[in-house]
């Protein structure tokens, strides 16, 4: 099976280094992730925020790049897979490549004390720590405070005031959950953006790539025709593969 980087992982490198993260995939999408998220290139430069369960691959419970997916990334020496730019406040600095050898190497030394966790606590930890929840070293002490007692790590976090329940299922399956401030109108609304499932089976059909989807979507949210109208005007796919879809 092909090398894979677990996605949160690299969202909590980003966090550590304060840099972005490039990379495009062979069907020429350009993607970024930075401490606040995971984001796509439209057509017109502009980034579109994704969600990184939905639009990539599940290895191993996480959403993960496969290297087989990606790209080379022309005019560095050598040309890489990955590409960085370390940020300073708002200004973000020249962007550099990064061997694939020392971002694994990097990645394999975040959050040591997890190791010792079963599968399932390990996954949830890796998630709180790249969400912004709760710091490394603050989760690090937590985790050997678990010893072989008879509570989880969810009920620790929870215990613990660092966050509710309903925000661990939000940080570990990739979900929005509607703030106290949302009109009540809007609450159903948005789960449902987090999962424009028309669009992801177009993607898995092969009609439109992660670039031509979210940027449809973005005419749709801004609009108020369909996402299928919006797709078949662009060109990107025929109304026949929206029937099927």
């Keep these: 099976m092909s090398e894979s980087f677990p996605l949160p992982l690299l969202r909590i490198w980003c966090r550590k280094k304060d840099a972005w993260l490039s990379f495009r995939n062979l069907s020429g999408d350009h993607f970024f992730i930075n401490p606040s998220g995971y984001f ?16 990539f691959p599940l290895i191993n419970c996480y959403p ?13 020496s050598p040309p890489a897979h990955f590409v960085y730019a370390p940020r300073d406040g708002a200004v973000t600095g020249k962007p550099e490549p990064i061997r694939l050898s020392e971002l694994r190497l990097e990645l394999d030394e975040i959050l040591p004390a997890a ?5 399932p606590e390990k996954y949830l930890a890796l998630r709180t720590l790249e969400s912004g929840l709760v710091l490394e ?13 008879k509570r989880t790590l969810g009920q620790q976090l929870v215990n613990g005031n660092i966050c509710s329940w309903e925000m661990l299922v ?13 009109p009540p109108s809007m609450r159903r609304a948005s789960f ?5 499932m028309a669009g992801e089976v177009l993607i898995a059909m092969g009609k439109a790539t992660r670039t031509q989807l979210e940027y449809a979507l973005k005419l749709k ?5 369909s996402l299928g109208e919006i797709l078949t005007s662009l060109g990107l796919c025929s109304s ?5 879809c």
């Design 192 to 196: 449902l953006r987090e999962w424009e």
């Design 64 to 76: 993960s790049l496969v290297v087989a997916d990606l790209s080379l990334q022309e005019g560095y």
């Design 115 to 119: 190791n010792v966790l079963s599968p």
């Design 221 to 225: 949210r801004e609009g108020s025709r």
């Design 170 to 182: 939000s940080v570990t399956l990739d979900t929005r959950v509607p703030g106290k401030l949302d």
């Design 137 to 149: 070293d603050e989760l690090s002490e937590i985790i050997r405070a678990l010893g072989g007692g």
């Design 40 to 55: 796509v290139e439209l057509p017109d430069g502009t980034l579109a925020s994704i969600t990184s369960r939905v639009a």
């Design 240 to 244: 026949e593969d929206v029937e099927q």
